[in-house]
């Protein structure tokens, strides 16, 4: 904070600022989590790329529609894209867990026993960016290696029978997804899609917040 060194310099205004600009995007981002999934090409005066082959595909929605400012899909066919989507959903997901990690640690909720061999207890780590700094070596590496072993062997299609991109279910778990039309199933996909980018402006929000300091409601003090 330039307060300290430069008296003119007075921080809570840009701390306000910052938290109403991530309260309106999580607003933002849970709102449009509810809005219908656009199955065909979107036309509004925000969407950046209309032209683009992949106005169609889930999570183009209203009111941006495919948003493409810098090009980046410029070229690509399905397969590519379809590997951009993989990745933003697995980082939707994993920003979802965190976020809610977030939540609950500061409710003071901890795993019980150690987190590694010397003797360090769950309960001993801290919350959140800080108290990742604070776990053990054979914890981190407990972590690394579970994470690596998802990736490699459990979050991807491994049978061949996945029904979308990110269907990771691989004939074991339905949850009664195949009981759902196709209708809920595009509403319920937009639903997770949607949550993710929340997600992943909120934990980086978070993050942000956490080195500002303050409070945030439902999570607490940073």
Not at 23 to 35: E, H, K, V, W
Not at 114 to 137: H, L, M, Q, R, Y
Not at 143 to 169: A, P, S, Y
């Amino acid at each position: 904070c330039l307060s300290h060194a430069y008296p003119l310099f007075h921080c809570t205004p840009i701390i306000l600022t910052m938290k109403t600009v991530a309260a309106i995007i999580a607003l933002a981002g849970s709102a449009a989590a509810f809005a219908p999934a656009q199955n065909g090409k979107a036309s509004t005066a925000l969407n950046a790329r209309s032209d683009s082959p992949f106005v169609g595909e889930l999570g183009a929605q209203a009111p941006l529609g495919f948003f493409d400012p810098l090009n980046v899909c410029e070229g690509f066919d399905q397969a590519q894209f379809d590997r951009l989507r993989e990745v933003e959903i697995k980082h939707g997901r994993i920003c979802q867990l965190a976020f809610l990690g977030q939540i609950v640690t500061r409710a003071g909720l901890r795993l019980p026993g150690n987190i590694s061999t010397d003797g360090t207890k769950f309960s001993d780590i801290g919350e959140g960016w800080a108290g990742s700094f604070e776990v053990p070596t054979d914890g981190a590496l407990q972590i690394l290696f579970f994470i690596g072993f998802l990736e490699l062997f459990v979050m991807k299609d491994v049978t061949g029978e996945n029904e979308f991109v990110g269907d990771f279910r691989n004939g074991f778990i339905d949850f009664g997804w195949d009981s759902f039309d196709e209708e809920t199933k595009l509403k319920k996909r937009a639903v997770e899609l949607n949550n993710g980018r929340a997600a992943m402006m909120g934990i980086l929000g978070l993050m942000v917040h956490e080195q500002l300091g303050g409070s945030v409601p439902i999570v607490g003090e940073l």
